[in-house]
Structure formats: structure tokens, C-alpha cells
């Protein structure tokens, strides 16, 4: 029996039809994580928003209560820093 004999077997036909789905699974799953490694970069956190918002008061885009009221917001959805407690004698 040759190789190309071989080749045509169904079970030879079905490894190669295996093989190549899970090389194709594996090249769009680092595909994928590429792209979300880079979304995940471009989200600002809070201190950039606060900064925009002031950036534009600035430029008189929104007025003085506005910015009073966004800050009030941001600030409140701003996630609680844990801290642990200090122990005594330190």
C-alpha cells in the first residue's frame, strides 16, 4: 500500500480533516486574543474620564454644575480601594 493509498482511506481523510480544524481553531483563537488585548488597552479608567469632562469645561462644552454633577457620578462609581487594616505597633 502506497502513501497515497493510505491518504484515501476515510480514517486518514478524517485525522487530516481534524488536524487542520484544530490548526484553524488554534490560529483564530490567538487571533481573537490579539484583538481583545488591544480593546482591553483603549478603555480609560475613571481619572481619564474625570480629565476629558474637565477638558471639556474647558473648552465651555458643558458648564460648571455639569461637571459638578458628572464628577458626583464618577466619583460614587468609582470602585472602593481595599486597604488592609494596619496593625497595632506599626
Do not use: C
Not at 22 to 29: C, S, V
Not at 30 to 47: L, N, S
Not at 57 to 74: F, N, Q, Y
Amino acid at each position: 500500500m502506497s502513501i497515497t493509498d493510505y491518504l484515501e482511506t476515510p480514517m486518514a481523510r478524517i485525522i487530516i480533516n481534524v488536524a487542520l480544524i484544530a490548526m484553524l481553531l488554534a490560529i483564530g483563537f490567538f487571533i481573537v486574543r490579539k484583538f481583545r488585548d488591544r480593546i482591553d488597552e483603549d478603555i480609560p479608567d475613571v481619572d481619564e474620564h474625570l480629565v476629558n469632562f474637565e477638558e471639556m469645561h474647558s473648552r465651555g462644552d458643558i458648564s460648571a454644575p455639569e461637571l459638578r454633577s458628572i464628577s458626583t457620578v464618577i466619583e460614587d462609581s468609582r470602585p472602593e480601594e481595599e486597604t488592609e487594616p494596619e496593625e497595632p505597633g506599626e
